[in-house]
């Protein structure tokens, strides 16, 4: 799937896809929904897998309890 793909699914223009895609731009939640909808994917699965993926890394998903 190209970003113009992307763009036509979710009728932004193909620089927003690039720019989301290069880190430029950060997406609201709203918006990463939408996204996955387009290219058909789960938001369960994709949060999973981000959440091992920043595991694996060493950073946390939240920071540590205060309590």
Known sequence: MTQA???RKLGVPQSYVSKCESGTRRMDVTEVHAWLDA??????TFMLTLGHALDAQGLQTFPPSRF
Do not use: G
Request: negative net charge; charged residues 45%.
């Open 5 to 7: 793909d992307v763009a």
């Open 39 to 44: 290219v058909d994917r789960d938001w369960v």
